[in-house]
């Protein structure tokens, strides 16, 4: 996300030359952090196997998840590398909230801690759709079970209209990014 926000500002200088789809900027970021993603997974499975967690069939589940995943980021960087052209210090505000996220969501913690605590706390943290990604290769990596099909296929229709969104954004601004850059 962070680095798809600045994806058109980084390119200035070859969209101010050379017409072509300004999205293609911008899957590039989102296959090439998938790629990244799939080489860690592979490195996953090596420190699964290390400490005896072991592999499992539910493996087979992961690139569905990464695909959910990718296609939310893309829906994001979509609307916020659009905006960050015309509001200078979107990119600083993107890390923020970003840092921000990743202590709002179970990366280093379980969602359950949270069961008995602070209803409001932990309503905000389960509908966060990263915790149903979290939770989806959390299941398939460490715990050998299926992923909840019902919140992935939450967060997948959720993708696709952040997707559909994000294009509309990107299309009705993207007609004056070579004047503001």
Known sequence: VSQGTTAIKANAGILKKVYFPREILLLSQVCSGWVNFMISCIIILIF?????VGISVQLIAVPLISLIEGLLILGIIFILSAVN???QDTEYIVQFILNMLFYGTPVLYSLNQF???NQTLYSLIAYNPVTVLIDAYRDCFLYHVWPDWFALGLVGLLSIAVIFIGRVVFHRLEKGFAEEL
């Open 48 to 52: 699964c196997l290390i400490f005896g």
């Open 85 to 87: 052209v015309y509001v």
């Open 115 to 117: 069961s008995g605590a």
